[in-house]
């Protein structure tokens, strides 16, 4: 079966945004010693070092989910389809707990997440499509 154009778009979307994820992670630690960014952030270096990895491995594994879920990987569904759960969880909490300011985000979190979920299990051509495997 051919891959649905949905399921296209999410599995290159997923690509950029962990490339891009992953680049942002290389940037936080190439700057661990800046003071201008350390004082901004409230953060020591070590923890840029630390938030930096964290990126870097969410990002990788963000490419390797997009790369699996374009070849029609049922595990590389669930667990974006997990991964969507928990973003929403996250902006559930931010709408809950945080300032007035976050709310835009987490908003645009709920609904993000709820729109890739649909892509990858509401829709009878991505259920077909993913059957296969």
């Not at 960014?37 to 840029?48: M, R």
């Not at 963000?62 to 029609?72: D, E, P, Q, S, T």
């Not at 973003?87 to 709310?103: E, H, K, M, P, W």
């Amino acid at each position: 079966m051919k891959r649905p154009v949905f399921v296209t778009i999410v599995g290159i979307l997923g690509i950029v945004s962990g490339i891009v994820q992953t680049v942002f992670g290389g940037g936080v630690i190439a700057l661990r010693n800046d003071q201008k960014l350390l004082s901004e952030a409230d953060i020591t270096s070590g923890t840029a070092v630390a938030i930096g990895v964290a990126c870097i491995v969410v990002g990788v594994l963000g490419v390797l989910f997009a790369i699996g879920l374009l070849r029609g990987s049922r595990v590389a569904r669930g667990l974006l389809g997990i991964s969507q759960l928990a973003q929403i969880g996250v902006s559930i909490y931010t709408l809950a707990a945080l300032d007035a300011s976050r709310r835009p985000g987490a908003i645009g979190g709920i609904v993000v997440a709820l729109v890739v979920l649909y892509f990858l299990f509401g829709t009878d051509k991505a259920k077909a499509f993913f059957a296969k495997s």
